[in-house]
C-alpha cells in the first residue's frame, strides 16, 4: 500500500539556521506530493505541493522538489525563524486519499 | 472566504454515549474527507463523501463509524457507544475537485472519551 515516510524528530535549531526535512513516499500509481504545517491545537495547513516529476513547490521561504527518481519531495528552508516552530507532515495523494508521514516536529530558538 | 468550519472544537463524552462531530466545507467545495489522528498512530484517512454519497469508507472502523454529507447542512460523522479508544482529533478536509487538488483542512474537533 501506499505509504510516506519523513524523519522523526524533534529538529532543534537556531534562528537563521538551515532546515531540511527529508520524505520518501512508495505510492500506486502517481502521487501529488504536499507538505502541511500543524501549529500547536490547530489544524492543517497546507504549506506548499507539486504534483508532477521536477516540479518545485515553494511558499514563504520553504521548497520541496518533487524527485521521481529517489521518491522523495524533501522539504527546505534556507533561514528559520522561531515563528517556524510547528509539526511538518508530508504527504502524498492518490485516489483522494491522503497518505501521510508521522510528522517531524521543529523547535526554533531565538 | 471562509475556511473549512468544523464544531464543536471539543467534546467530551463518556463511554457508551454517541459522539457527533460536524463539518462544513469552504465555499464552493463539494468534497469532504474524515481523517483522524490518534496518539502515536498519526493521521489517516478515513471516509471521503460527496453530497449524498460516501466515495470511499475504506478507512472507517467496520462498527460504531459512520459518516453523511446530505444535500443541505453540514457532513457529519457520528461514532455511537464510544470507547475511549475513540479519543482522538477528528480533522474534516475538502476539496473543489478530485485527483491532485489539494485538500483544506478544518481545526478539527478533539473528542475525549472518559
Known amino acids: 500500500g501506499d505509504s510516506v515516510t519523513q524523519m522523526e524528530g524533534p529538529v532543534t535549531l537556531s534562528e537563521e539556521a538551515f532546515l531540511t526535512i527529508n520524505c520518501t513516499y512508495t505510492a500506486t500509481g502517481y502521487p501529488s506530493l504536499f507538505w502541511y504545517v500543524q501549529y500547536p491545537g490547530e489544524g492543517l495547513q497546507l504549506l506548499l505541493k507539486a504534483t508532477k516529476a521536477d516540479d518545485k513547490g515553494s511558499n514563504k521561504g520553504f521548497e520541496a522538489t518533487y524527485r521521481k527518481e529517489t521518491t522523495s519531495f524533501h522539504l527546505e528552508k534556507g533561514s528559520v525563524q522561531v515563528s517556524d516552530s510547528a509539526v511538518y507532515f508530508c504527504?502524498?495523494?492518490?485516489?483522494?486519499?491522503?497518505?501521510f508521514g508521522g510528522g517531524t516536529r521543529v523547535l526554533v530558538k531565538p | 472566504n471562509a475556511g473549512v468550519m468544523q464544531n464543536p472544537r471539543h467534546l467530551v463524552r463518556r463511554r457508551g454515549q454517541e459522539a457527533r462531530l460536524r463539518c462544513s466545507p469552504m465555499k464552493g467545495h463539494s468534497h469532504v474527507y474524515w481523517y483522524r489522528q490518534l496518539p502515536e498512530e498519526g493521521l489517516k484517512f478515513m471516509v471521503y463523501l460527496q453530497k449524498e454519497n460516501i466515495i470511499d469508507e475504506s478507512g472507517m472502523p467496520k462498527e460504531r463509524f459512520s459518516a453523511e454529507f446530505p444535500k443541505e447542512g453540514p457532513s457529519i460523522l457520528r461514532i455511537q457507544q464510544v470507547v475511549r479508544g475513540d479519543s482522538a482529533a477528528y480533522f474534516c478536509?475538502?476539496?473543489?475537485?478530485?485527483?491532485?487538488?489539494?485538500?483544506?483542512f478544518g481545526p478539527g474537533t478533539r473528542l475525549t472519551v472518559t
Open positions: 504527504a502524498s495523494l492518490v485516489n483522494n486519499k491522503l497518505t
Open positions: 478536509a475538502s476539496s473543489a475537485g478530485t485527483e491532485g487538488y489539494e485538500q483544506y
